[in-house]
């Protein structure tokens, strides 16, 4: 059965750091681009990051550049996403998605999704 899962989300203080982690199970995660996406209240799904399947290369919404980190283990067939310099404004419900093909800033080009951790920045 195909399944990421997605883990280490939680309450940080405003500066504070988070490492998300999202595992794959039933398939290996190296033949996928693997993006990294939020979704807060009342909000649309938003692509934070994604990592290419091919030669590892990252990409970055502007919001986000120089204070997050997308990475692949393909030992441990993980992906994770540290995450720096938190604030309030990076609030929501974190998601990783597959795509067979290559990174798209868009939803519905992703095949598989993970349900999602929420991170809450607040004081």
């Known amino acids: 059965q195909v399944q990421l899962v997605e883990s280490g989300g939680g309450l940080v203080q405003p500066g504070g750091s988070l490492r998300l982690s999202c595992a794959a199970s039933?398939?290996?995660?190296?033949?996928?681009?693997i993006g990294w996406f939020r979704q807060a209240p009342g909000k649309e799904r938003e692509g934070v990051s994604c990592?290419?399947?091919?030669?590892?290369?990252?990409y970055y919404v502007d919001s986000v550049k120089g204070r997050f980190t997308i990475s692949r283990d393909n030992a441990k067939n993980t992906v994770y996403l540290q995450m720096n310099s938190l604030s309030p404004e990076d609030t929501a419900v974190y998601y990783c998605?597959?795509?067979?093909?290559?990174?798209?800033?868009?939803?519905?080009?992703?095949?598989?999704w993970g349900q999602g951790t929420q991170v809450t920045v607040s004081s």
């Open positions: 039933g398939f290996t995660l190296d033949y996928y681009a």
């Open positions: 998605a597959a795509d067979q093909e290559y990174c798209s800033e868009y939803a519905y080009d992703y095949d598989y």
């Open positions: 990592i290419t399947k091919s030669d590892g290369s990252t």
